[in-house]
């Protein structure tokens, strides 16, 4: 599973936009090296942050949670399925609610980096 550029892009000007860009870590080995130390600590502290991973796997936990392991299976074309693409994809197919207004998952982002800095805040007080 993989966000496509659209999405990916729009996590990040969220990011930007809250204010959080320099906490990202300026290469993937650092942001790799981020998380492991997260993990190995066992809980993400003011030194391991990275509030594009919060949001990006905030996202990825909520799309599970909906529609299950799915997710993480290909697309036909061997392509690795966006989570917001592939829900958007999902409910045209099955919403038959006349008075849905859910057109896409584009809006994830900014509730997920909002979650992000409310993390981030809190890590800061403690």
């Known amino acids: 599973m993989k966000s496509c550029d659209r999405h990916w892009k729009m996590i990040r000007d969220a990011v930007d936009a809250a204010g959080m860009t320099a906490l990202i870590p300026e290469t993937g080995e650092a942001a790799a090296k981020a998380l492991q130390a997260a993990m190995t600590e066992g809980t993400t502290s003011v030194d391991n942050f990275d509030p594009l991973m919060f949001a990006y796997m905030a ?6 949670e909906l529609v299950g392991p799915v997710l993480f299976m290909d697309n036909d074309d061997g392509s690795e399925k966006c989570p917001q693409c592939y829900l958007t994809m999902l409910h045209a197919r099955v919403c038959n609610d006349p008075e849905c207004t859910t057109k896409d998952f584009d809006d994830w982002a ?9 993390a981030w805040e809190g890590l800061r007080n403690v």
């Not at 997920?112 to 800095?117: F, P």
Request: hydrophobic share 65%; net charge neutral.
């Open 59 to 64: 996202i990825v936990a909520h799309a599970v």
């Open 110 to 118: 900014t509730h997920a980096v909002a979650d992000a800095k409310a």
